[in-house]
């Protein structure tokens, strides 16, 4: 089987918010260690890449509330369908994670391909562009400063 590829976070997909950069790094490595968990021997057995998936999902929820914050904040004018997409996601995962537990569906690349895709398609345009109109827009968020790079 080829190797999947590893996200690798540029200065491009900067949000201009250092909170949210530094979640997104960290969301990238945590995609990068489920990565490594999958691409392990482990004799087919997928049980050792729950609790990795478990810890990505706590961590991509309270991301989802940060960065929901800043969007309301700063009246971004795509904050619902931004939303959406969040809530889109949680919901596909939730789903993954249920099929697994009933034990209907195998937690391997099909799931995995899934987050790959969604985390780097979704950080890389949909976050990129709120991180323009921050950019943009640095008067209009309150709560946290835009750095300019």
């Not at 999958?38 to 999902?57: C, H, I, K, Y």
């Not at 899934?114 to 890389?124: Q, Y």
């Amino acid at each position: 089987m080829e190797k999947l590829p590893f996200l690798t976070w540029e200065p491009s997909y900067s949000y201009h918010v250092e909170v949210i950069d530094a979640q997104h790094r960290k969301l990238f490595d945590m995609v990068n260690h489920l990565i490594d968990v999958f691409e392990a021997p482990r004799d087919g057995d997928s049980s050792n890449l729950l609790p990795v998936l478990n810890e990505l999902v706590e961590y991509v929820s309270v991301h989802f509330h940060q960065e929901e914050i800043i969007m309301a904040d700063a009246d971004y004018p795509d904050f619902l369908s931004h939303n959406w997409e969040h809530r889109k996601f949680t919901n596909e995962v939730l789903k993954f994670l249920k099929d697994y537990k009933e034990g209907c569906a195998n937690l391997g690349l099909d799931i995995l391909g899934f987050l790959v895709g969604w985390v780097r398609t979704h950080v890389t345009t949909s976050d990129v562009q709120c991180g323009e109109y921050l950019f943009k827009n640095p008067e209009k968020l309150k709560l946290f400063p835009v750095v300019i790079n």
